[in-house]
């Protein structure tokens, strides 16, 4: 190998390296490398060629059907500002598909109607917004808009953090992704160099039982339709993970709100109907090596007084910015393992560019138990296979392809579901990095 490709492999190593450590582990080793202020982005954009329609809820499951779509699924800005070494200032910004307008108000003096204003498509989020006290290795704390390191693609969730051209659905299928709430945490690590341990412990605005629905669960009950966020019922999120093998790095993390239903946006929907109460419980691994880069990740979920829910949610009105789709799950189950190989390093030929071959399978359920009279629908629960190329032309720009086939109404790894599979090919390119830096 010459200088040049010993030098990009190892610019790239230690790129990954840095981009894969848990939160807290990464503040404290990103806070060395400026010193007053630095200015970054990511973003990404795909193009997907697809064999299936867009209505999954017939007899059969989506018919066949040729159609292609091309879109910018996020681009971020970002930058953090030294007040001191100790006080941090960090700010995050996500366009989704070229922004939007949308606007929705829950007018009081017209009986709480809702009046929705649309002026253009896309989604902009202020995904992070949040000042830092940095006191000791072991405890720190943040305070503002934050992520909610609930699991792997949350934790995770930059583009050059996961092999396929989208995030893995395993993770984005039935909780929000990017999931960011406003709150505070306490985070540090401690252990031994042999063994280490990082953790975060957050209060943040609990989620709204007014967005939960049918096919997606709990992920579109995250609050942020109006200008303030419902506080009566705050969520507790931790996470730990640990490090003790080179290479390796796997953690829990656990989700609790005492009561979504009085986090929604009318005081009198699920009164007298009893609490909400969500928990999510998730795993995730990651084993990175010289030759080959192994993920894997599991989410379980559960909401308690589904009956009353589904009963009121059917109910909400028409002009309300929520699907109404019912029945809503009790419990909702994901998981997913992923593996890529490093054919540079393998084969150890000069000149040979940065490719990595993998392979990824997953599972989602939103409806794994539901509470009667209603029943699963089948149509929700898939097992899909995704195999694709990452080319890193440069150690901080991938280009991805892969073909995925998803089989809908089956938990089997292998074999036909019992509807019309969903099958498609995809490219796409991405970036990550830091622009400036003083």
Same mark, same amino acid.
């Given at each position: 190998?010459?200088?040049?490709?010993?030098?990009?492999?190892?610019?790239?190593?230690?790129?990954?390296?840095?981009?894969?450590?848990?939160?807290?582990?990464?503040?404290?080793?990103?806070?060395?490398?400026?010193?007053?202020?630095?200015?970054?982005?990511?973003?990404?954009?795909?193009?997907?060629?697809?064999?299936?329609?867009?209505?999954?809820?017939?007899?059969?499951?989506?018919?066949?059907?040729?159609?292609?779509?091309?879109?910018?699924?996020?681009?971020?800005?970002?930058?953090?500002?030294?007040?001191?070494?100790?006080?941090?200032?960090?700010?995050?910004?996500?366009?989704?598909?070229?922004?939007?307008?949308?606007?929705?108000?829950?007018?009081?003096?017209?009986?709480?109607?809702?009046?929705?204003?649309?002026?253009?498509?896309?989604?902009?989020?202020?995904?992070?917004?949040?000042?830092?006290?940095?006191?000791?290795?072991?405890?720190?704390?943040?305070?503002?808009?934050?992520?909610?390191?609930?699991?792997?693609?949350?934790?995770?969730?930059?583009?050059?953090?996961?092999?396929?051209?989208?995030?893995?659905?395993?993770?984005?299928?039935?909780?929000?992704?990017?999931?960011?709430?406003?709150?505070?945490?306490?985070?540090?690590?401690?252990?031994?160099?042999?063994? #280490?341990?990082?953790?975060?412990?957050?209060?943040?605005?609990?989620? =709204? $039982?007014?967005?939960?629905? /049918?096919? @997606?669960? &709990? %992920?579109?009950?995250?609050?942020?339709?109006?200008?303030?966020?419902?506080?009566?019922?705050?969520?507790?999120?931790?996470?730990?993970?640990?490090?003790?093998?080179?290479?390796?790095?796997?953690?829990?993390?656990?989700?609790?709100?005492?009561?979504?239903?009085?986090?929604?946006?009318?005081?009198?929907?699920?009164?007298?109907?009893?609490?909400?109460?969500?928990?999510?419980?998730?795993?995730?691994?990651?084993?990175?090596?010289?030759?080959?880069?192994?993920?894997?990740?599991?989410?379980?979920?559960?909401?308690?007084? #589904?009956?009353?829910?589904?009963?009121?949610?059917?109910?909400?009105? =028409? $002009?309300?910015?929520?699907? /109404?789709? @019912?029945? &809503? %799950?009790?419990?909702?189950?994901?998981?997913?393992?992923?593996?890529?190989?490093?054919?540079?390093?393998?084969?150890?030929?000069?000149?040979?560019?940065?490719?990595?071959?993998?392979?990824?399978?997953?599972?989602?359920?939103?409806?794994?138990?539901?509470?009667?009279?209603?029943?699963?629908?089948?149509?929700?629960?898939?097992?899909?296979?995704?195999?694709?190329?990452?080319?890193?032309?440069?150690?901080?720009?991938?280009?991805?392809?892969?073909?995925?086939?998803?089989?809908?109404?089956?938990?089997?790894?292998?074999?036909?579901?019992?509807?019309?599979?969903?099958?498609?090919?995809?490219?796409?390119?991405?970036?990550?990095?830091?622009?400036?830096?003083?």
């Amino acid at each position: 190998m010459t200088a040049k490709h010993i030098k990009l492999t190892s610019a790239l190593t230690a790129l990954l390296s840095l981009l894969t450590l848990p939160a807290s582990a990464q503040e404290l080793a990103d806070t060395a490398g400026y010193s007053k202020f630095r200015f970054g982005s990511y973003g990404e954009a795909v193009a997907s060629f697809k064999d299936y329609g867009i209505n999954r809820f017939l007899k059969d499951g989506s018919v066949k059907d040729h159609r292609n779509t091309i879109a910018i699924p996020r681009f971020t800005i970002g930058f953090d500002y030294k007040f001191t070494p100790k006080w941090i200032l960090g700010a995050e910004i996500e366009f989704e598909a070229g922004g939007t307008g949308t606007a929705v108000e829950l007018e009081g003096n017209e009986n709480g109607e809702y009046e929705t204003e649309i002026e253009k498509g896309g989604e902009v989020a202020l995904e992070q917004l949040h000042i830092t006290r940095l006191i000791t290795p072991a405890f720190n704390i943040r305070a503002g808009h934050m992520i909610v390191p609930v699991g792997l693609t949350n934790a995770h969730h930059e583009p050059i953090n996961f092999f396929g051209t989208i995030r893995p659905e395993s993770q984005t299928a039935i909780m929000p992704s990017t999931w960011h709430e406003t709150g505070i945490e306490l985070f540090g690590t401690f252990g031994r160099k042999a063994a #280490t341990f990082d953790y975060q412990l957050m209060v943040v605005a609990g989620l =709204n $039982a007014n967005g939960f629905d /049918r096919d @997606t669960w &709990i %992920a579109s009950g995250k609050q942020g339709f109006f200008e303030s966020d419902n506080f009566t019922s705050p969520a507790y999120v931790a996470r730990l993970d640990w490090r003790g093998i080179p290479g390796l790095r796997t953690g829990v993390s656990f989700y609790y709100c005492r009561d979504a239903g009085s986090n929604s946006d009318k005081p009198e929907t699920y009164a007298g109907y009893g609490k909400v109460p969500v928990q999510v419980l998730t795993w995730d691994a990651q084993y990175r090596h010289r030759y080959l880069t192994l993920r894997a990740d599991l989410t379980y979920g559960h909401i308690g007084n #589904t009956r009353a829910l589904n009963e009121r949610n059917g109910r909400l009105p =028409n $002009a309300s910015p929520y699907s /109404r789709l @019912t029945p &809503i %799950a009790k419990n909702a189950l994901s998981y997913g393992a992923e593996l890529g190989l490093d054919i540079k390093n393998i084969l150890n030929i000069a000149g040979c560019p940065s490719l990595f071959p993998f392979g990824r399978y997953e599972y989602h359920n939103p409806q794994k138990v539901v509470e009667k009279p209603w029943s699963p629908d089948r149509r929700l629960e898939v097992s899909k296979w995704t195999a694709g190329l990452n080319w890193f032309a440069l150690p901080n720009l991938v280009v991805k392809a892969d073909y995925s086939t998803r089989q809908i109404g089956t938990s089997k790894v292998f074999g036909k579901g019992n509807y019309n599979s969903e099958n498609e090919f995809s490219i796409g390119i991405a970036y990550i990095g830091w622009f400036f830096r003083r």
